[in-house]
């Protein structure tokens, strides 16, 4: 069984373009995130969502939001897509708790081209 | 602000010991943790700590130092399919990444 699972696994593009990246746990936990990583393997935090609630807002345009039909959902939403858009995005989620929240599972990850 | 630094690269033998290092400075901490990432594929989480101290996980040693705001990875008889990106991770408020050790094992 998947405990993360995104889709699609790859998105090509072209600039200008609205597209959408789809994330679902099994895991039961209460907090999910979205991470971009870029050509060079950077690892950075987008957004948290716990219990259908934004506790986490990194400083990105805002041609990107995040939706939570669930508690097990969190779906990305990109508007105007952009050539620096290009990375691979990843979805994760943990339990809450001091230290469970450090063990975060991420899916497969999803690699966006904007050409 | 918030930094985390760990080498760009190691490389060691199968077999042998190697240690990555992590330094980080942020304004609150909640703990370090280890995630490794072979090529192609997403972070795994190898390991936590919140306090000073070892944690053993098999092959795999994780330290503490919140006095001196370092830890370390320690792997211990490498394999081959060692080979990958490993990060460090800061929570204060949110989770921070390092920008990765490209670890390369050669026979």
């Known amino acids: 069984d998947t405990a993360v699972s995104q889709t699609p696994k790859y998105l090509v593009t072209q600039m200008g373009n609205d597209k959408s990246i789809k994330c679902e746990q099994n895991l039961g936990h209460d907090t999910m995130y979205w991470y971009k990583q870029d050509s060079k393997k950077f690892l950075k935090i987008m957004f948290s969502?716990?219990?259908?609630?934004?506790?986490i807002n990194e400083t990105v345009p805002n041609r990107f939001s995040p939706k939570s039909p669930d508690k097990a959902h969190l779906n990305l939403h990109i508007n105007s897509l952009e050539l620096g858009d290009s990375a691979v995005y990843f979805c994760a989620s943990s339990q809450d708790g001091a230290a469970s929240v450090h063990e975060q599972f991420f899916g497969p990850g999803t690699r966006l081209t904007v050409l | 602000g918030q930094s985390l630094e760990q080498p760009s690269e190691v490389t060691a033998v199968e077999g042998a010991i190697v240690q990555i290092n992590c330094t980080y400075q942020t304004s609150g901490f909640y703990g370090l943790s280890w995630y490794q990432q072979h090529d192609g594929g997403a972070p795994t989480f190898l390991s936590y700590?919140?306090?000073?101290g070892l944690e053993e996980t098999g092959r795999f040693s994780s330290f503490l130092s919140r006095s001196d705001s370092y830890g370390y990875l320690l792997l211990q008889e490498l394999q081959m399919k060692d080979s990958a990106s490993y990060f460090c991770?800061?929570?204060?408020?949110?989770?921070?990444f390092g920008a990765g050790t490209r670890l390369t094992v050669k026979p």
């Open positions: 969502y716990n219990n259908k609630e934004l506790i």
């Open positions: 700590n919140a306090l000073d």
């Open positions: 991770a800061v929570r204060d408020y949110d989770m921070r």
